[in-house]
């Protein structure tokens, strides 16, 4: 049987004493079981962890830590990617003047969406921010979905009728 070291507790174990980790090359995770949970534990007594908790998800929102941490990715995410944030600006701005109209159906599968609005899409790229395709939630998530199962080529979805989930 194959064995590996625990970093932790410097002891050689059997593969079976680690947690599976698909990740690694080995298949297991890098600690074994037991240092594993032993981690696991003195986590979850820090303030933060035990809030973020199934338990006390509704304490974590009410502290506003749910909204602080969302943000924070927000701005990670344009900060990374200030071309879609200012295409997206940019439509935003022209809807609320009147530029660009904002149809009530999805122009993919022709539906009224179920929530919220239609979606501007940006299919011919973000240096042309107000050439948009407005879709529902459902196809404008495929359509990102499909160009990144393609490797970033296909930018929009054939036109038609999608099927109802």
Known sequence: MQAKTCPHCLVRKLLTEFRHHA????????WCKLCDSQRDKLLQQHPIRRLKNRDNSRRY??????RETELRHVKRYQAKYPERKKAGM?????V??????????CSNCLRVPERGVVQAHHYDGYDKPLV??????QCHADVHRSRRATGGTAMTLRLGRRPRR
């Open 23 to 30: 990740g690694k090359r080995d298949g297991r995770s890098s």
């Open 61 to 66: 929102r009410a502290l506003g830590l749910k």
């Open 90 to 94: 940019a439509v935003t701005h022209a």
């Open 96 to 105: 609320q003047a009147g530029r660009l109209i904002r149809p009530n159906i």
């Open 132 to 137: 948009v395709q407005w879709l529902c939630v």
